[in-house]
């Protein structure tokens, strides 16, 4: 299946952002080469349906603008602030990470 793989390889490189930081869903797509930033999150949205010991850490890829991108109507959103604020990522007053520090 093209799209199992092409998921796996998407999973291999997010795999590939260390713990504390941060990477863009488009910085992503760069990387695996020939995707979009939106299959990105398609790839990751399609966690929920696979094993939690796939271990793809998804809370680490927010969008351009440095903010977690809305999804699961909100409560995903809050998990995805949660799991990166105990690694130590801040937020600004506007919700926004600072690539600079946390970048990959």
């Known amino acids: 299946m093209v799209e199992a793989n092409l998921y796996q390889r998407i999973y291999a490189v997010v795999r590939q952002v260390p713990y504390g930081r941060v990477a863009t869903y488009g910085q992503i797509a760069r990387i695996v080469g020939g995707i979009s930033a939106q299959m990105v999150g398609f790839a990751l949205a399609s966690l929920r349906e696979r094993p939690a010991e ?51």
């Open 54 to 104: 796939e271990q793809v850490p998804w809370q680490r890829v927010i969008n351009a603008k440095g903010k977690i991108s809305p999804h699961g109507y909100g409560f995903g959103s809050a998990v995805q602030r949660q799991l990166l604020e105990e690694e130590g990522i801040r937020f600004d007053a506007n919700d926004c990470v600072d690539f600079s520090i946390y970048g990959w």
